[in-house]
């Protein structure tokens, strides 16, 4: 039986419960922050990254913001912005940005269910898997134009080689 299956069976369809499920079936340590609200810890390759998956009814929004902690110096925050621009050009589904006052590096991508569609834990789950798997494959870009004196181009030509193994 599929994921969409299950919850069809159970007509419990909020997407929150749907990322609880999904968190659960993964092993993610996870909290239910509010009824649509959830904040997981996702361990990639390189780090454990935070997502906060939350639902609002007024926008018909399921939002996905993926963190994790970087201290870039001042001086290289010029060529971070530089990779963050040629990453978000690469990218499809969501984009990154940089959070200066919080230290984080964020990932963010909106889920629009506008005329009351519901999310299908396939997509949930592929939202998921593709902000930790753009995370996982731009983390060393960020981090060598931050720390190893690398230029954007150089730092990016990480990002673009083709990955083995997983995230």
């Known amino acids: 039986m599929s994921l969409s299956e299950d919850f069809l069976t159970t007509g419990d369809l909020h997407p929150i419960d749907i990322v ?9 340590e996870f909290d239910r922050v509010t009824e649509d609200q959830i904040a997981m810890a996702v361990e990639g390759q390189w780090r454990t990254y935070s997502l906060t998956l939350a639902w609002s009814g007024q926008d018909e929004t399921l939002r996905l913001i993926c963190t994790f902690e970087m201290e870039p110096p001042a ?14 050009d690469i ?15 964020v990932w963010r991508y909106g889920l629009a269910l506008n005329g009351g569609q519901m999310a299908v834990p396939e ?8 902000a930790v798997m753009a995370a996982e494959r731009f983390y060393p870009a960020f981090q060598l134009v931050s720390w190893g004196d690398q230029t954007p181009a150089a730092a990016m030509q990480v990002a673009i080689a083709e990955a083995y193994g997983r995230a």
């Not at 001086?75 to 978000?88: D, H, K, Q, S």
């Not at 990218?91 to 590096?105: H, N, P, R, S, Y």
């Open 20 to 28: 609880e499920t999904l968190a659960e079936t993964h092993d993610w």
């Open 75 to 88: 001086e290289r925050r010029a060529a971070l912005y530089e990779v963050l621009n040629r990453c978000n």
């Open 91 to 105: 990218v499809w589904t969501g984009a990154f940005t940089w959070w200066e006052d919080q230290k984080l590096m």
């Open 123 to 130: 997509q949930i789950d592929r939202m998921i898997s593709s």
